[in-house]
């Protein structure tokens, strides 16, 4: 499959993004805007009277759930806006949860404690722990035997086997799994709708484990462990046939693997997205996303028009989501002091957390300093107070008068290693602490959770008192380093539903705009690796074999 990368997108052509934190959260409302401009709202609201079906996997804050509801909720609004409260109603239930799975207990317990909502047909669907409970004896002793063969030099071997047999025998090796709200074993393969449901667009979202294609997995690929949960999560959804499936994970993640399990049911459209080619202050560079089509539907939609609405430039500083209340910063400041050892004081007269940072923490503030000194902020905002691309010298920038800018920096990556500090949201990790040199302070986990889009302070979202109630500061900084964006994974949930056509589609998959798309889109907030200011356009071609199906 041909990759293409597109040029770097901080032109000033380009729209604003959002300009505050509740703009940034208002998308839902935006992204239903740019459906009606278009002309494709009717094909939303029909395919969403229909019913919607959604499954997870490794669905952690069930950033897919609520993503749809938050859309359904602002198409309500529209509705009643216009007048049609009649048609309004009608999409009360029209939203159904197939399954979650995620083996965090963290995760459990958040998708047990989902609210009862207008929007959703049912309090919840199952809720599955993890993926291997659903597999049989033979496939886990299948597992077993790849890891034997790695100890052994045959791993790679090994892993194509198990994925042979997996493919010619996936309805004999997946089985039913325990669910923990049904309190019996329950199918995590059926898609199964209620009598209202006419029709219903079925949907799997998933952010299959990455680690064995990062520097933190030894790029191993499929030797690593991980790879493993990608072949049960594969079998599964094949079998269970979604109209739309949404796969995300690191860019360096080979699509020829999804090629080999769905290229014959599915159209593969695959892009490399982040939070910045949207316009929003958060860094979450190079993750692949990639959409899967069933052919016996037809989807109307292409990369280059979703990349021409949504795409923007960023504006507003990741400072702005510093803004958690007092007592919320008072609960992590407590946590921050405890776990050193210190007792815990009043957070008014706390003028800077570093005092409470380990040592090494400590140096590494200066080296983030001067490493954003040397690169002359590359990703510097045009504002009123920075100016994009502003030829400055090092020299200038000295550390008094750098130190007035709300830079942001990863205070647990090495400086000349990971993320440097930034006035964007450094990439989040499940382990990081976000100093903010201009706050001097951290960022608390309800601002982790806010950063990755999450209405966590919005007082009408169940967000915030169901997440204080399952998950500890610390869990809350590890789901946001594992969750999706969610704004990023509710504009392809909307765009997919609203091009996708299930009265017209046919086995050759013939689409209106884009005949056969071959190529890979690559949208990222710069050009090659997200380095701004450049542009540069490469294809390369996975090897992939059809006769043998090979890893």
């Not at 010298?393 to 990863?410: F, G, Q, R, T, V």
């Not at 869990?475 to 009265?503: C, E, F, R, V, W």
Request: glycine content about 8%.
């Amino acid at each position: 499959m041909p990759v293409k990368r597109m040029p770097a997108r901080h032109d000033s052509s380009l729209p604003e993004g959002p300009r505050t934190v509740q703009e940034m959260l208002d998308w839902p409302t935006r992204a239903i805007a740019a459906m009606r401009d278009i002309g494709q709202f009717e094909t939303w609201l029909s395919n969403l009277r229909g019913g919607l079906i959604v499954g997870t996997h490794f669905s952690g804050l069930l950033t897919a759930e609520l993503a749809l509801e938050q859309l359904v909720h602002a198409t309500a609004d529209v509705l009643e806006r216009n007048g049609q409260t009649s048609e309004s109603e009608q999409l009360h239930g029209r939203l159904m949860s197939a399954w979650t799975c995620d083996k965090l207990p963290e995760s459990q317990d958040f998708a047990m404690s989902w609210p009862k909502s207008r929007y959703w047909h049912d309090a919840g669907g199952c809720c599955f722990g993890d993926i291997f409970d659903s597999s049989s004896d033979e496939m886990i002793e299948k597992f077993n035997f790849v890891d034997r063969a790695k100890e052994e030099g045959r791993g790679r071997h090994a892993v194509q086997d198990t994925q042979t047999y997996m493919f010619r025998h996936v309805r004999e090796i997946v089985e039913e799994s325990a669910c923990f709200r049904h309190r019996k074993c329950c199918k995590s393969h059926e898609y199964t709708p209620p009598e209202d449901f006419h029709d219903p667009v079925t949907i799997e979202v998933a952010g299959t484990p990455c680690v064995g294609w990062s520097i933190l997995g030894k790029r191993e690929g499929v030797l690593h462990d991980s790879h493993l949960a990608f072949l049960a999560w594969a079998a599964k959804t094949r079998l269970a046939s979604p109209m739309i499936i949404v796969h995300e994970c690191t860019a360096a993640f080979p699509v020829s693997l999804l090629e080999y399990w769905f290229d014959d049911m599915y159209e593969l459209y695959s892009m490399i997205l982040d939070p910045l080619w949207m316009g929003h202050s958060t860094q979450r560079p190079n993750r692949r996303f990639t959409w899967l089509i069933r052919k016996d539907c037809r989807f109307t939609g292409s990369a280059e028009e979703f990349n021409e609405m949504f795409a923007a430039r960023t504006t507003m500083l990741a400072d702005a989501f510093f803004c958690a209340p007092s007592d919320v910063l008072q609960e992590g400041l407590n946590v921050i002091a405890q776990s050193r050892g210190f007792a815990p004081q009043e957070v008014s007269r706390v003028k800077d957390w570093s005092i409470y940072y380990p040592p090494g923490t400590r140096e590494r503030m200066d080296g983030h300093l001067r490493m954003w000194m040397k690169k002359r902020s590359p990703d510097m905002l045009d504002s009123p107070r920075i100016r994009a691309r502003r030829k400055v010298s090092a020299e200038a920038l000295n550390m008094k008068y750098i130190k007035h800018y709300p830079i942001i920096a990863d205070l647990d990556q090495n400086p000349g290693y990971g993320p440097t500090a930034s006035l964007q949201c450094p990439t989040l990790v499940s382990h990081g602490t976000l100093h903010n040199f201009f706050r001097k302070r951290c960022m608390v986990g309800e601002e982790h959770l806010l950063s990755m889009g999450f209405p966590i302070f919005d007082e009408d979202c169940f967000l915030k008192s169901v997440v204080g109630n399952v998950m500890s500061k610390r869990m809350m900084k590890q789901m946001a380093g594992n969750a999706m964006y969610l704004p990023l994974i509710g504009i392809q949930l909307l765009y997919l539903i609203s091009h996708l056509d299930k009265t017209n589609g046919d086995n050759g998959c013939k689409l209106r705009r884009m005949g056969r798309l071959a190529s890979t889109l690559s949208f990222s907030s710069g050009g090659g690796m997200g380095s701004p200011g450049h542009s540069s356009t490469t294809w390369t071609t996975p090897e992939k074999s059809r006769s043998s199906r090979d890893v």
